[in-house]
């Protein structure tokens, strides 16, 4: 039996790439979100959202262009090791920063 996501895929993505990013591993964006169980297709256009929303960021393999990598803004890391590993509240209500948040629309 696979495995099965129980978070919303946006996050379980999110979650991925703080993992990748604290261990310095690149993540192509072809296999980003496989590990647990979300569609190609879906994680794909979360990472769009994420992308549109400057959350995350794509950048090219050096010599293969077929392939592309994403990435946490670094803004962002900042943001979740504060949330994680200090007091997660004056990030999350931090003036200075806002999110541009768009409608994902699936319709």
């Not at 946006?10 to 261990?23: C, D, K, N, Q």
């Not at 979740?80 to 409608?103: A, I, K, M």
Request: proline residues 8%.
């Amino acid at each position: 039996m696979g495995q099965i996501c129980i978070l919303k895929p946006e996050v379980t993505i999110l979650l991925e790439l703080y993992e990748a990013e604290h261990s310095s591993i690149p993540i192509k964006t072809s296999i980003i979100g496989l590990a647990a169980g979300i569609p190609q297709t879906t994680s794909h256009r979360y990472l769009r959202f994420l992308e549109e929303c400057g959350m995350v960021f794509r950048y090219p393999h050096l010599t293969d262009q077929r392939v592309s990598f994403v990435r946490l803004a670094p803004a962002f890391v900042a943001k979740l090791d504060r949330v994680f590993f200090g007091d997660p509240w004056p990030s999350l209500s931090d003036p200075n920063q806002s999110w541009n948040v768009p409608s994902l629309n699936t319709a």
